[in-house]
């Protein structure tokens, strides 16, 4: 079974530059969630999809930050404009379906430098 | 405020003795508890959950205990190995949602 993918690993922009990240969860999974790890910090919900509507945002920047997941399967985040304090690893999960307990399946993350 | 801290940044053991690591929590209710390993480089990987009804949960080398009187969950290596080294993370949820919030980690080394 293939996990969950995402791209690109690893991006340096400048500030006030826009950003996209992409993930594809595993095949089937109902449930998507976008996180922020900053270093030596445990990762932060950023956004929670299910299917390809939004279950909870409250964490998400909306001023700046921006998640779609159209057809229910694969998501973009966007960062516009970007700043300094956004430099992080942003990662992607999928669990089976929304519900309490259920696994979440992380993807490599995608390194991002706000220089 | 709510708060979920692991017992220090970072733990280095002997290879073949037992690890312990520590996740509090501060005002959150949750209904269960889960520790994933975080290697560099990678995302987080799903080792364990326990259910707050649930005391203790073992799986091979891992043990982890769940007390919600002292909100405190413990968990164990035993007979550690240097591929155990990694950064273990405690996550659990708030009162039955369905979203998690992680604590910082503890990053473990086994030394040969």
């Known amino acids: 079974e293939a996990g969950v993918a995402q791209s690109p690993r690893y991006k340096i922009i400048e500030k006030r530059q826009s950003v996209a990240f992409w993930c594809n969860p595993i095949?089937?999974?109902?449930?998507l969630y976008w996180y922020q790890q900053i270093l030596g910090q445990g990762p932060k919900l950023l956004i929670q999809?299910?299917?390809?509507?939004?279950?909870?945002d409250s964490q998400l920047p909306k001023d700046r930050f921006s998640a779609e997941r159209l057809k229910g399967v694969d998501s973009t985040l966007k960062i516009q404009p970007a700043k300094l304090e956004d430099s992080a690893v942003y990662l992607c999960?999928?669990?089976?379906?929304?519900?309490?307990?259920?696994?979440?399946?992380f993807g490599p993350g995608t390194r991002l430098l706000v220089l | 405020s709510q708060k979920i801290e692991q017992n220090s940044e970072a733990l280095n053991i002997q290879e073949g003795k037992t690890a312990t690591l520590t996740c509090n929590y501060t005002?959150?209710?949750?209904?269960?508890l889960q520790w994933y390993r975080q290697d560099p480089g990678r995302g987080p990987v799903f080792l364990l959950l326990?259910?707050?009804?649930?005391k203790e949960k073992r799986k091979e080398r891992l043990k982890v205990t769940f007390d919600t009187t002292l909100k405190q969950s413990l968990f164990h290596i035993t007979a550690s190995q240097p591929a155990d080294s990694a950064t273990y993370l405690c996550?659990?949820?708030?009162?039955?949602?369905?979203?998690?919030?992680f604590g910082t980690g503890t990053r473990l080394t086994v030394i040969p």
């Open positions: 999960a999928s669990s089976l379906e929304l519900a309490g307990g259920e696994t979440q399946y």
């Open positions: 005002n959150y209710s949750p209904a269960y």
């Open positions: 996550a659990l949820d708030d009162a039955g949602a369905n979203n998690l919030f």
């Open positions: 326990i259910r707050e009804n649930e």
């Open positions: 095949s089937g999974h109902a449930t």
């Open positions: 999809f299910q299917n390809n509507g939004v279950v909870d």
